[in-house]
């Protein structure tokens, strides 16, 4: 299995770092620390500095919240994208959005890749990230409507669910004419998920790997880990690094991140043990 | 008659089996390619003498052997394994073998795989002793390379020195005279591969012996590498 993303191509083994960078006032984590242009751009030349293969920009936070309009959310990520694609020529750019129209506008401003984190609720975007030969991000929300909180979502089976939407999805985008190198599937840990859905998804993430789609997991400080350890939004780095070796073992792909040189480090180690990649430096015992 | 003589140390690290994604001593190895390249250019027939592992629990060839035929650009013509703890006399015969009954007219060339006391730094892989100063300056200085602040266990510059000058022959009564226990103390695992060299040196009878021509010495790691090419 090879995937692509921007000019570049991916082998089944690479392990990417997708660095979180919103464009709001009230995402979860961050707080809005990044809502002006200078720490924006701060943040990313952090994030590439420390290893990061894509940023992810986010106008729209995930929760429910104030309403922010089409034109309001392209008013916070296109102008960043297009000065993004001016300042680094090779940086992969994700925009996180479900609206075609804002996928659009950022696609012409540069961006490489549409993440479409609500499940693909709008049916236009698939033709619009196809007629940018673009990439897209394909995502379960098992049917939850945008920017709300699951309550009492229940499944037969949370995988069989993922496995069922994922797979519809990218026989859309296909059928639209998307790229099939370009389409990358993520099981969306805790949207329309509780903490023992996404605690399945991250058991039985072989069950995504094996369908051969390029898999992105989402797991960076999260309720699921939360709720997993007893962890306020503060604490959770520990279990979301253990989340993620788990899921670096089984095989996923990309890593859509708060802490950028940590993850860089455990998909790092996690590479080495499986033999995917040399140590650094070894001199122990070889002196 | 010995033409030319290649010293290499073996850290096992310049083995590709061991390489990561950055070298830990670029320096080292590419004085050790110099060392053996320019050697090898210069001869007719290119031997090397190595010692076996002294902690052996694999069933391959030694260390020594390998890190020989990595650097080497073409296969040696013969290599000499010494059992590492060979006694003196042992090590003196095993050498004269090599040059005894090769016709005078032909170039030998000897790569000695020989690493000094793994004692040099409290890091180092045998902890500080600080004997192996002394001791590692009596065999550096036999070669005829340069010893730099042998009298300090603080490990030398990591790059090494190169010196392009003409040194000092090579003295292989000196180097008989290592003393196999304390070298077996200082897990000084060259002793004897340096006194095949010894034994070597002294039934070709060059007078002088080869001088050092260009030497890197160095510890990065606490154990000593000596690089150098005699002629």
């Not at chain 1, 253990?242 to 480090?265: C, F, L, M, N, P």
């Amino acid at each position: 299995m090879r995937f692509r993303l921007r000019r570049k191509e991916y082998a089944a083994h690479d392990r990417l770092v997708m660095a979180i960078v919103n464009r709001t006032t009230d995402s979860f984590y961050d707080k809005g620390a990044t809502w002006e242009d200078e720490p924006a751009y701060a943040r990313v030349r952090q994030a590439v500095a420390q290893g990061a293969d894509l940023v992810d920009i986010g106008g729209i936070k995930a929760a429910p919240g104030e309403e922010v309009t089409v034109g309001e959310e392209l008013r916070r990520v296109v102008p960043f994208v297009e000065g993004l694609r001016a300042e680094f020529r090779d940086l992969t750019i994700s925009v996180d959005t479900y609206r075609a129209e804002v996928a659009d506008a950022v696609l012409t401003a540069g961006a490489d890749v549409v993440n479409d984190a609500w499940g693909g609720v709008d049916p236009e975007v698939p033709a619009v990230v196809a007629a940018h030969g673009a990439a897209l991000v394909l995502t379960h929300t098992g049917g939850q409507r945008v920017r709300t909180r699951p309550h009492r979502v229940e499944y037969d089976d949370v995988v069989a669910s993922v496995i069922e939407s994922l797979t519809w999805q990218a026989e859309r985008a296909l059928a639209a004419g998307v790229e099939k190198e370009r389409i990358v599937i993520d099981p969306a840990h805790d949207f329309g998920k509780n903490t023992w859905h996404s605690v399945e998804c991250t058991r039985r993430l072989d069950e995504l790997v094996a369908l051969g789609w390029p898999v992105l997991v989402s797991l960076s400080n999260k309720d699921f880990v939360g709720e997993s350890l007893g962890r306020d939004v503060g604490g959770r780095l520990p279990g979301t690094l253990a989340t993620t070796a788990i899921s670096a073992w089984q095989g996923a792909h990309i890593y859509r991140v708060h802490e950028v040189r940590e993850t860089r480090d455990v998909l790092d180690m996690v590479s080495v043990i499986a033999g995917d990649l040399l140590p650094l430096r070894t001199t122990r015992g070889l002196m | 008659m010995i033409a030319a003589v290649a010293l290499v140390p073996s850290p096992p690290f310049l083995l590709p089996e061991y390489a990561g994604r950055t070298d830990p001593d670029p320096v080292l190895r590419s004085a050790c390619v110099e060392a053996v390249e320019s050697v090898a250019a210069q001869v007719d027939r290119l031997v090397v003498i190595c010692g076996s592992d002294p902690d052996r629990r694999h069933s391959g060839r030694s260390v020594g052997a390998r890190v020989a035929t990595e650097l080497l650009p073409r296969e040696a013509d013969g290599v000499h394994e010494v059992p590492w703890d060979a006694s003196v006399e042992a090590c003196r015969s095993a050498g004269e073998s090599l040059v005894v009954g090769e016709p005078r007219d032909l170039r030998l060339g000897l790569v000695v795989v020989a690493d000094g006391c793994a004692t040099r730094t409290e890091k180092a892989p045998g902890h500080l002793d600080r004997r192996s100063l002394t001791v590692d300056a009596a065999w550096t200085r036999a070669v005829g390379a340069d010893e730099f602040r042998c009298d300090s266990p603080a490990p030398m510059q990591t790059t090494g020195d190169r010196h392009p000058q003409l040194g000092r022959p090579m003295d292989p009564q000196a180097l008989l005279a290592l003393d196999p226990s304390l070298a077996e103390q200082l897990w000084f695992g060259g002793r004897a591969p340096l006194q095949v060299l010894a034994g070597a040196l002294l039934a070709d009878g060059r007078d002088p012996a080869p001088t050092a021509y260009r030497s890197w010495v160095g510890d990065p790691f606490g154990v000593r590498y000596v690089v150098l090419e005699a002629r």
